[in-house]
């Protein structure tokens, strides 16, 4: 095992076609030069083009997972993928918070039909800004800021809204007018983040490798903006790799 590189984690989900999930995000981290480790939250049944199943893991299995790695490695960012529900969400997090406070947590917000996500409705909304708050950046696309927040129907309101508690990284993939620009939202600023190139070829798991990609960057000790700029660099030649669903990982 390398000895210089800073050691991160993925707690997400098995894609078995391997373009997202922790398998992808395992490759990034290799690429970025990272000692990457994985917890599993749910294996799937899917392939690059069509999802089928969610079998997901216990959480006591998961948190169990979270305190052996912890005990052992010095982990200087985690990223967060898929999760079944929000209380499942928290006690990841105040699980990693408790058993080391510095470390970065960068939840990529990947919501689907297996989930149960009503994030800000006025139950939930205490809950989920005391999650937030001990959360560094989450990385929505267009299509799930919006369901992090059902009442509201503009993505930039929504996103200023949430960086009151933490950064909020918004994916410009699914974006309405301007494909593949991406915005960053801090409490006091946000940046316009272009696209080098817009002719790129749909990948599946573009969006884990991009907030992978900031996990490794953060480790690395970039600061948030840089480590962003970074990681759109590199996704973008993901994009570029192949014509194909599934792309290529190279620096």
């Known amino acids: ?126 809950v989920s800004i005391e999650i937030l708050q001990q959360i560094d950046l989450i990385t929505p696309n267009y299509n799930e800021i919006l369901q992090l927040d059902p009442n509201e129907s503009e993505a930039g309101f929504i996103a200023k809204k949430l960086a009151e508690h933490t950064a909020v990284f918004l994916k410009g993939g699914h974006h309405p007018t301007e494909t593949g620009t991406d915005y960053l939202y801090t409490e006091s600023q946000f940046f316009r983040l272009s696209p080098k190139n817009t002719e790129i070829f749909q990948k599946h798991g573009s969006g884990c490798v991009l907030s992978s990609a900031i996990t490794a960057n953060l480790a690395l000790g970039q600061n948030l903006l840089p480590a962003c700029e970074n990681a759109k660099s590199y996704t973008e030649n993901f994009l570029l790799s192949n014509t194909t669903q599934l792309g290529n990982h190279y620096v």
């Open 1 to 126: 095992m390398s000895t210089n590189r800073p050691f991160v984690l993925s707690i997400a989900g098995f894609d078995p076609s391997a373009g997202a999930g922790v398998l992808a995000d395992i490759k990034t981290f290799e690429q970025l030069r990272v000692q990457g480790f994985a917890i599993n939250t749910g294996n799937t049944i899917q392939t690059e083009s069509n999802f089928f199943e969610m079998q997901w893991t216990t959480l006591d299995f998961v948190l169990r997972s979270i305190e052996v790695l912890f005990q052992k490695y010095n982990l200087k960012t985690v990223k967060i993928g898929i999760v079944p529900s929000l209380e499942y969400l928290k006690e990841i997090v105040f699980t990693i918070k408790k058993l080391s406070p510095t470390t970065k947590i960068v939840w990529d917000t990947v919501l689907k039909s297996t989930t149960d996500f009503s994030f800000l409705n006025i139950k939930n909304q205490s």
